[in-house]
C-alpha cells in the first residue's frame, strides 16, 4: 500500500515563506511526474507545480518566480519551496505521485497567509 505524507503547511504572514515536503512510503516502483496541487476554499483542485523524472518544471502562472518545486527521485519525495506567499495562495497544498498504473494523493495540509 502506497501513501504519501505530505508535511509544513502552517501559518503565515504575506510575504513570508513555506516548505512543503511529500514523501512516498510503501511498494512502488516508479515514480514518474510529481506535482503539488492546491484547492482554495469553494474552488477547484488546481495544478500549482509539476516535475518530471529527469526534472523538467512547470508552474502556474500565479506561482512563476515565487515557488520552486524539486525532487528527490532516490528517496522518492517532492518538496515545494513557497516564497513571497500572498493570501491567494491559502488553501489545502495536495502532493501528487504518478505510478506505472495510477497516481497517488496525499491527504492535503493547510497553507494559510494572512494580510
Known amino acids: 500500500q502506497v501513501q504519501l505524507v505530505e508535511s509544513g503547511g502552517g501559518l503565515v504572514q504575506a510575504g513570508g515563506s513555506l516548505r512543503l515536503s511529500c514523501a512516498a512510503s510503501?511498494?512502488?516502483?516508479?515514480?514518474?511526474?510529481m506535482g503539488w496541487y492546491r484547492q482554495a476554499p469553494g474552488k477547484q483542485r488546481e495544478l500549482v507545480a509539476h516535475?518530471?523524472?529527469?526534472?523538467?518544471?512547470n508552474y502556474a502562472d500565479s506561482v512563476k518566480g515565487r515557488f520552486t518545486i524539486s525532487r528527490d527521485n532516490a528517496k522518492n519525495t517532492v518538496d515545494l519551496l513557497m516564497n513571497s506567499l500572498k493570501p491567494e495562495d491559502t488553501g489545502v497544498y495536495y502532493c501528487?505521485?504518478?505510478?506505472?498504473?495510477?497516481?497517488?494523493w496525499g491527504q492535503g495540509t493547510q497553507v494559510t497567509v494572512s494580510s
Open positions: 516535475i518530471t523524472r529527469d526534472s523538467r518544471t
Open positions: 510503501g511498494s512502488i516502483s516508479v515514480i514518474n511526474g
Open positions: 501528487n505521485m504518478e505510478g506505472s498504473w495510477r497516481a497517488y
